[in-house]
């Protein structure tokens, strides 16, 4: 099993910029894929960013540029660590933000494991 913990997030004023992190620990050589969802108020979770292991990072239209996906691994390969640094926030980008992992669970199928979230909170 993998488990999560979320730390960053806060309030910061547009144009500001945050760090959110993620470290999975656990059994992180299953790991298919890390990434980072975003649910607003009255929205639906969207993905932000998110890379499969070795991989390059996607990103939603509305965050490249500004958003920069990272991942950590430590030398032993029982931590992962990824990062999301914000940069040019907007108030759009208020949201609580939600770390994913992927896990290949080794017959065929994946499994999804959340964080708890991280509320971010972009306004003047």
Do not use: H
Not at 13 to 42: D, H, K, N, V
Not at 51 to 80: E, I, L, P
């Amino acid at each position: 099993q993998v488990q999560l913990v979320e730390s960053g997030g806060g309030w910061v004023q547009p144009g500001g910029s945050l760090r959110l992190s993620c470290a999975a620990s656990g059994t992180t050589f299953s790991i298919y894929a890390m990434g980072w969802y975003r649910e607003a108020p009255g929205k639906e979770r969207e993905l932000v960013a998110a890379a499969a292991t070795g991989g390059a990072a996607n990103y939603a239209d509305n965050v490249k540029g500004r958003f920069t996906f990272s991942r950590d691994n430590s030398r032993d390969n029982m931590k992962s660590t990824i990062y999301l640094q914000m940069d040019s926030l907007r108030p759009e980008d208020t949201a609580v933000y939600y770390c994913i992992c992927v896990l290949d669970t080794g017959d065929g199928t994946k499994q999804d494991v959340w964080g708890r979230g991280a509320l971010v909170t972009v306004s003047s």
